[in-house]
């Protein structure tokens, strides 16, 4: 399980292919799917934005890469806020694709693709994260473990460390936006809402 969780993280960036490929062959986007979807997408990337700027580091890396424990932002409130944010951009990306195929439809898919994104980190991404953070932090990292919860909300008042810093969003997250852009546009072309 150890090699299989090291694998998971190793690759977890080409995880949502599956997904856009999906939501690109099925688009069948209405004007209010849309206007839902993008409100968790956007929700979701200013999440994962926010996530970033505290981490300072690139968020796709191979191995795990940290030079200090963050605990301060999101980091406060749960010890995977960039999965939180990624399972809801995902969310925001099915429930705009699969609009036209009515609301049970979309509500399942919806939930399906929940199920699959905590899943994938619970059990092939977060294990040998976690085991890379207890062997370099040790007791620091035990302790904030214990006390902020891997999804759930945190509302103990822990010792917030590090800070928000701009410049590792820009060197890192433009790829993020050109996809998602990129994503959108054939999903709004295949719907026909934009015609060209």
Do not use: H
């Amino acid at each position: 399980m150890e090699e299989l969780s090291k694998l998971g993280f190793r690759y977890r960036a080409l995880f949502p292919i599956p997904l856009a490929i999906l939501t690109i062959i099925f688009a069948n986007p209405t004007i209010s799917s849309l206007i839902y979807g993008s409100i968790l997408v956007l929700l979701g990337s200013i999440i994962r934005v926010i996530c970033l700027g505290y981490l300072g580091v690139k968020s796709r890396d191979e191995i795990p890469n940290i030079a200090n424990l963050i605990t301060a932002g999101p980091y406060k409130y749960s010890r995977n806020p960039v999965y939180i944010a990624n399972t809801i951009i995902a969310t925001g990306f099915v429930i705009t694709a699969f609009g036209g195929y009515g609301m049970i439809v979309t509500v399942l898919v919806s939930l399906i693709t929940v199920i699959i994104y905590i899943s994938f980190y619970n059990f092939l991404v977060i294990p040998s994260e976690e085991k890379f953070l207890e062997e370099k932090f040790g007791q620091e990292y035990l302790e904030y473990k214990q006390n902020v919860p891997r999804w759930l909300i945190n509302f103990k008042n822990i010792e917030e460390k590090g800070r928000f810093r701009f410049l590792p969003i820009f060197r890192t997250e433009y790829w993020t936006w050109i996809i998602i852009i990129a994503l959108y546009l054939i999903i709004l072309v295949k719907g026909k809402i934009i015609k060209i």
